[in-house]
């Protein structure tokens, strides 16, 4: 039976760049839809930009444009990345949309109905200045555990704790500077601890393998024992300023973007739904037959799990069938850091001519349907793609098409009876139960294996030294197509993962579009083949250099105040920093010695040296670079010396990086340090004895 299924993946905010930590979920998704495309089943996959909410408006304020030109531009950007990355959209839509806002009333008038809307007073925290309610992440002060200055409204990096805004000390509103006054305003609140809720979501997050195990067991502890009331009432209003949607009947009152985000899945697909004349009731309605299935980062699993399913049940709406929670990327072994240069965008990738392919072949070889972290290890995504995707199933293509096309002209033998290719065929029910599973890795495993038989099936029948023999025309003929059908076989099983790569195959074989259901036809004898041509290059060394090198940001490396951002999927934070633009960013793989000598490299005498009061990472020196005034540098290793170390030490600064405003003061250079990748260790650079403050290093 041809299932209907509607799939989406989470909403990127529109306040930021798409980098390879988003790309894990939509290359995830896209693989998981364009395999079941494969199967014949009627599957759309939507998605949108996030809009709505105050950092969006505050952006586009400090631009001078509006808040949908901002939108507009970004939504431009994430869909040239998206299909940049063969992520293949049935519909990209924005939440900002007529759409939206109809179903967001709905919605939200069904709650009111059902009396799970109430009205509170809730006080908060209010930027006199700015004349507006200030999110936590715009709230910074001391910490009130351990007295760390400049944290942010929810949470210490000194020292780890959580707290409410209100608990902060000398808060500041990072808007204006002005300290927030409180105020109280009415909210909205969806009443997620009344007992329907409750009672729902207890049975609706355990049941029917909707959630996998470990998030299901999530769910079991937040919910609680049962009658403990465990679920606090959810705020869905924002007063105005906000961009966002207007509360019906309450002027002034703006929906919380994160209630109109998920709302925006339905409404992508209800754009896609008028274009194509579906009727969205079929998908929509409580019982309807069809699928919804989300895929996610855990860090949204709260969000996804109880909040949107009640929302849909008592609006009475259909609940998703399944969501599919994924863990978080690092890069080698750490989170993406901007300062190690690992954390890469979509754009820089692509920038530095590498094919998104071989990051679709890796992601599918280490995913697997758990929410366990997954590690980008540029080793080994280099073997990976050498020497399997390459060296392994690009070859079989490239040792055995040639002959075809120069000796018989393309056309293929009879070799419906091989038994290798029956054996080929056999695979498919395990690989294509891993693809629905979301166990790609395995998929992968269980292709890969089947490509080494072929593979030794090529070193056993030797068609190079076929060719050098006369009267072996017919062996070499028959020998090279069971090669090629092969390579068509293994081109189906990863076609999810290779869309791009898999095109050229279909070229290479004159055939429209290759399917699941072709794994058992064959092409025949006397089909025709193009002639070969080359269907991807191999990893190099120098392409992640430069990848590396585009995405440093030096200046950052000296900035604790940065967030690190281990969440990364998307909008957790409201908190999201603007990243450099990719023209910025990307640099040559080498550099002539006129751009090296553009960093004014000097010796420097530490005069003085101590802690900075409120960081655990920053020294603050006084360094002596031979002119009128010493330089005052913040320099990120109170981990590794302390300030008697590093007083009367010879240091290298860099002298012309551009002076950076830091919460402390300004920093008036960089001094030079050497660390491992993993940060563990640091050594300060020195020079030999006799260098003097001010003398020129190059
Ligand atoms: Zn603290």
Redesign the pocket.
């Known amino acids: 039976m041809t299932r209907r299924i509607l799939v989406t993946s989470a909403l990127p905010y529109a306040n930021g760049s798409i980098h390879l930590g988003h790309l894990l979920e939509y290359i995830q998704t896209d693989i998981w839809v364009a395999f079941q495309k494969m199967q014949g089943n009627e599957v759309y996959y939507v998605c949108a930009d996030d809009t709505h909410g105050t950092p969006v408006m505050l952006r586009a304020e400090k631009e001078g444009i509006t808040p949908e030109a901002l939108i507009a531009r970004v939504s431009e950007e994430h869909q040239r990345d998206f299909s940049g990355f063969s992520v293949r959209f049935d519909h990209y839509h924005s939440t900002n949309a007529p759409e939206n806002k109809t179903l967001c009333e709905n919605i939200y008038r069904s709650l009111r109905s059902n009396e799970l809307i109430e009205k509170r007073e809730v006080e908060q925290f209010y930027d006199p200045v700015k004349a507006m309610f200030l999110p936590d992440r715009f709230i910074k002060g001391e910490?009130?555990?351990?007295?760390?200055k400049d944290?942010y409204g929810d949470s210490?990096?000194?020292?780890?704790?959580t707290y409410q805004p209100t608990e902060l000390k000398n808060a500041y509103s990072s808007v204006s500077g002005a300290a927030p006054i409180r105020k109280s305003s009415e909210h909205y609140f969806f009443k997620l601890s009344d007992a329907r809720c409750e009672a729902f979501l207890r049975q609706w997050t355990q049941g029917e393998d909707r959630l996998q195990p470990e998030a299901a067991n999530k769910m079991k502890e937040w919910l609680g024992e049962e009658g403990s009331a465990k679920l606090a009432d959810w705020d869905i209003s924002r007063d105005a300023p906000y961009f966002g949607f207007e509360i019906p009947d309450a002027p002034g009152k703006y929906f919380y973007v994160w209630l109109d985000a998920p709302v925006g899945y339905l409404a992508s697909f209800t754009a896609l739904a008028q274009g194509l004349k579906l009727n969205t009731d079929d998908f929509f309605k409580a019982d309807s037959p069809c699928e919804m299935v989300h895929f996610i980062g855990k860090d949204i699993l709260y969000f996804h799990a109880l909040f949107w399913p009640a929302m849909l049940k008592f609006s009475g709406m259909r609940t998703p069938t399944r969501i599919n929670a994924h863990g978080f990327l690092t890069v080698d072994g750490a989170k993406m850091s901007k300062s190690r240069g690992t954390f890469i965008t979509a754009d820089s990738y692509l920038q530095q001519g590498m094919n998104p392919e071989w990051l679709r072949y890796y992601f599918a070889a280490k995913l697997n349907s758990t929410m366990e972290d997954l590690d980008l290890n540029f080793q080994d995504f280099t073997a990976r793609v050498n020497s399997d995707l390459v060296g392994k199933f690009v070859n079989i293509a490239s040792r055995s098409a040639g002959f075809l096309s120069k000796r018989f002209d393309g056309v293929l033998a009879d070799v419906t009876q091989n038994p290798l290719l029956q054996t080929i065929k056999t695979g498919a029910p395990a690989i294509a139960g891993f693809y629905e599973q979301r166990e790609f890795g395995k998929a992968i495993r269980e292709i890969m294996a089947l490509t080494d038989q072929v593979n030794a099936y090529v070193d056993q029948n030797k068609p190079w030294e076929l060719a050098r023999q006369t009267g072996q025309d017919t062996q070499l003929q028959e020998v090279c197509t069971v090669c090629l059908e092969a390579f068509r076989l293994l081109s189906i099983y990863l076609k999810p993962v290779l869309p791009a790569l898999v095109a050229k195959v279909e070229a290479l074989f004159n055939i429209t579009s290759l399917n699941w259901s072709d794994l058992g036809r064959s092409l025949g004898a006397g089909h025709r083949v193009s002639p070969f041509t080359h269907l991807m290059q191999r990893v190099e060394a120098s392409q992640i250099a430069a990848l590396i090198q585009a995405n440093t940001d030096t200046l950052l490396a000296a900035a604790p105040t940065e967030k690190t951002q281990g969440k990364n999927t998307q909008k957790s934070s409201e908190k999201k920093a603007e990243k450099p633009k990719p023209a910025e960013q990307a640099a040559p793989a080498h550099i002539g010695i006129e751009e090296f000598a553009k960093v004014d490299l000097r010796m420097g005498k530490v005069l003085e040296c101590k802690r900075v009061e409120g960081s655990t990472k920053l020294l603050q020196l006084s360094v002596d670079l031979g002119e009128a005034e010493p330089r005052n540098i913040f320099s990120g290793i109170s981990a590794h010396y302390s300030p008697e170390q590093m007083t009367g030490k010879m240091v290298i600064v860099v002298a012309n990086l551009a002076p950076r405003k830091m919460k402390f003061g300004i920093s008036q250079g960089m001094v030079l340090c050497a660390s491992p990748n993993d940060d563990t260790s640091l050594f300060v650079l020195t020079a030999d004895s006799g260098a003097l403050p001010g003398m020129k290093v190059s």
């Open positions: 910490c009130p555990k351990c007295g760390a944290q210490c990096e000194a020292c780890g704790a």
